[in-house]
């Protein structure tokens, strides 16, 4: 083991937290927030391969709790950017889908993040960026967290 002054959890904390900072300052002209765009964006790339969603599904995938779901899906609703509707077997449940305002954004916001991703990896041969995409898939291991499944975003 190499000694370093480095402390890897407080860079990748201080580097999540500038992102997060960067993207949100991107999202006020959306009137949209770092938490509203990753459930949007899950809504959209499930209506995109057909999948009709859930509250539910969007609490397990990804892992947040039911208050919080419910908060950022009514205030999706209330921007226009989805549409709840009671599921014709089960009133209870209620299924999310994008609206057409949602589906025009889609391909702006894959264009910032895609932006976003080349800012981070800025002047990395293709060779380190796949040595830092394992080695993060490394320490989430490490930590316990799952690897992501592929979306558009991280193909």
Not at 46 to 52: L, N, R, Y
Not at 65 to 81: A, D, F, M, Q
Not at 84 to 99: G, I, L, Q
Not at 113 to 120: G, M, Q, S
């Amino acid at each position: 083991m190499s000694e370093s002054n480095l402390n890897v959890g407080t860079m990748l904390k201080k580097i999540v937290l500038e992102q997060d900072k960067h993207i949100d300052n991107w999202l006020v002209k959306f009137n949209l927030s770092h938490s509203q765009i990753r459930v949007l964006g899950y809504v959209l790339r499930s209506d995109e391969k057909g999948i009709a969603v859930n509250q539910r599904m969007i609490e397990g995938a990804l892992h947040l709790s039911n208050p919080t779901v419910s908060g950022i899906v009514t205030r999706l609703e209330e921007k226009h950017y989805i549409n709840r509707r009671a599921s014709s077997e089960d009133a209870r449940v209620k299924y999310v889908f994008p609206t057409g305002t949602s589906k025009m954004l889609k391909n702006t916001l894959l264009d910032f993040f895609d932006a976003e991703k080349n800012r981070l990896t800025k002047n990395f041969t293709d060779e380190e960026q796949a040595t830092l995409e394992a080695l993060i898939l490394k320490i989430a291991a490490n930590v316990g967290l799952e690897a992501p499944e592929k979306t558009e975003t991280t193909k």
